[in-house]
């Protein structure tokens, strides 16, 4: 069967958008890949070590580039909200983080965050 020339178009038209939907979900991040990427910094975090190791920053960093739109950004306040609070993150620390690492975060990782001020 031959397809009409509209039906071919429509048709690329909608790959293409399932493309585009597909390529801005490629770089997000979910709640367990997030607190995977800062399992190096539990130590830090609540209190066992004093020391900030290379691989904590390393994942904040990275992570750090990953949340970029604003329901993105809620989403991981809560989630890293929730991680904090279920690890006894110390609050101090967690606010100490970023400048140790050398990182803008626009997300705390503290119990306490208010997310829905982001």
Excluded: F, W
Excluded at 25 to 32: E, F, K, R
Excluded at 82 to 107: D, S, Y
């Amino acid at each position: 069967m031959k397809m009409s020339c509209k039906k071919m178009v429509s048709c690329v038209i909608i790959g293409i958008m399932v493309l585009a939907l597909v390529a801005s979900h490629a770089n997000a991040i979910t709640c367990t890949e997030a607190v995977s990427t800062l399992i190096p910094c539990k130590d830090y975090l609540v209190g066992i070590s004093d020391v900030v190791s290379v691989p904590c920053c390393t994942g904040a960093s990275a992570l750090n580039g990953k949340v970029k739109t604003k329901p993105e950004l809620k989403s991981m306040c809560e989630c890293l909200k929730q991680a904090a609070a279920a690890l006894h993150v110390i609050p101090e620390r967690a606010k100490n983080l970023p400048g140790i690492c050398k990182i803008t975060t626009p997300v705390p990782i503290d119990p306490n965050a208010d997310c829905n001020s982001i």
